[in-house]
């Protein structure tokens, strides 16, 4: 069923480990790091069990709602013959897609996000899933927060987590998750601490020494991995080329020093130059930081849309602009970050000024209130 190209071979032993999980009736932690295509190996196992165990479903992918459109454009690329079903979008369209697949047999895989499946549990209560997914899995490090109590309250046959981040040492957050893989072994975080600390109950409330303390984590690592498959890029990913990091220092624009200096010596910034009138400022640290990226985050009211005064108003902005149209031409794909919205509006119009193609990445932290 997979027609978007070959696994590799390390993601054949992933989905050869995930097969023996459920054949031996486990669940598991895939914590291969980032890059090695858990996303892949996990729709792979879903092809596997529907063409080889006749396990059609239904499965639950659980994930952060950035990224449900790279789970939808992988299941079209690799697996298009799987029905999925993305479960999403405002309250009338979940209601309408709630009357739609209720009942056995509608669909094969569903997507979902984690405000979801806390929103319409009682959706998601009536389905008897097969496979729970849950992407970015080391968020049910708490067994107290409320996704894992909803989460543990499904029908679910089978469980696997999903996470390119080490899992911690810590005893509570390791029993926590293997308590949501293997609720009915790990049932008790109190026997879960009093079994580790057994060889030093006697010392009573003295420190450990850090060879003890190394003791302990090799014991916790041994218990844990039967249950999880880890790789790194530098083990398994020999054909990629090594991480370079370079270090480019720029100046300041006589724009940005004007700023810098009103901020640092005076502690306000001249908002409108006709006029003279300036504001004080509050927190000098992120001012500083909104100065060095660009100082068109203090105006208001200004004709942007010009290409040399928006790279000779920054210096970072020239270095860039040194740097994209030759990256460009030479067919390179690049990422940009900013932690700042209105930066983003900034290299928004830079970029079609250059009539470059990009795409904007944004999570929006907002609450929306639906109609009951």
């Known amino acids: 069923m997979l027609q978007g190209g070959e696994l590799r071979s390390y993601q054949l032993e992933g989905l050869q480990w995930m097969l ?8 598991g932690i895939l914590a291969d790091e980032m890059g090695l295509g858990k996303t892949i190996q996990t729709i792979a196992l879903i092809a596997y069990l529907m063409e080889k165990k006749n396990v059609i479903g239904p499965h639950l992918i659980v994930a952060p709602k950035a990224v449900l459109p ?17 479960y999403d979008g405002r309250l009338d369209d979940r209601k309408a897609m709630r009357e739609e697949y209720s009942g056995e047999g509608k669909f094969n895989v569903m997507i979902t996000h984690y405000d979801l499946i806390m929103r319409d549990k009682s959706f998601f209560k009536k389905i008897h899933w097969h496979y729970m997914i849950v992407d970015e ?9 409320g996704l894992v109590r909803i989460l543990v309250s499904y029908r679910i046959r089978r469980r696997l987590l999903l996470t390119g981040t080490p899992i911690h040492n810590g005893l509570q957050e390791l029993w926590a998750l293997l308590n949501f893989l293997l609720p009915s072994i790990f049932n008790s975080v109190q026997n879960f601490n009093e079994w580790f600390n057994a060889p030093f109950a006697d010392r009573g ?5 850090d060879e003890e303390e190394e003791l302990i984590l090799r014991r916790l690592h041994q218990v844990i991995r039967p249950f999880l498959l880890r790789r790194k890029k530098d083990e398994v990913a020999k054909f990629l080329p090594g991480k370079k990091q370079v270090t480019l220092k720029y ?19 001249g908002m409108n130059s006709q006029s003279g009138k300036s504001r004080g400022l509050q927190n000098l640290t992120m001012q500083l930081r909104k100065c060095c990226n660009h100082p068109y985050l203090f105006v208001g009211e200004y ?26 031409r030479a067919g390179h794909r690049v990422l940009l970050f900013s932690q700042m919205t209105r930066l983003m509006d900034i290299l928004e119009i830079y970029l079609q000024l250059h009539s470059f ?8 932290l907002r609450q929306k209130k639906e109609e009951s």
């Not at 023996?20 to 669940?27: E, G, V």
Request: aromatic share 12%; with cysteine.
């Open 20 to 27: 023996s999980l459920f054949n031996n009736h486990l669940n």
């Open 70 to 86: 790279n789970w939808v454009a992988e299941f079209s690329t690799w697996a298009p013959s799987i029905h999925y079903v993305l």
């Open 137 to 145: 899995g080391h968020r049910l490090k708490n067994h107290e927060c």
């Open 205 to 209: 409330t003295v420190s450990l020494s």
């Open 251 to 269: 100046d300041l624009s006589a724009w940005q020093k004007i700023y810098y200096h009103q901020i640092t010596e005076e502690g306000k910034v």
């Open 303 to 328: 004709n942007m849309w010009h290409i040399e005064e928006i790279i000779r108003a920054s210096g970072k902005f020239e270095l860039l602009d040194r740097l994209l149209p030759k990256l460009h």
């Open 357 to 364: 193609k990009y795409l904007r990445l944004m999570v929006q």
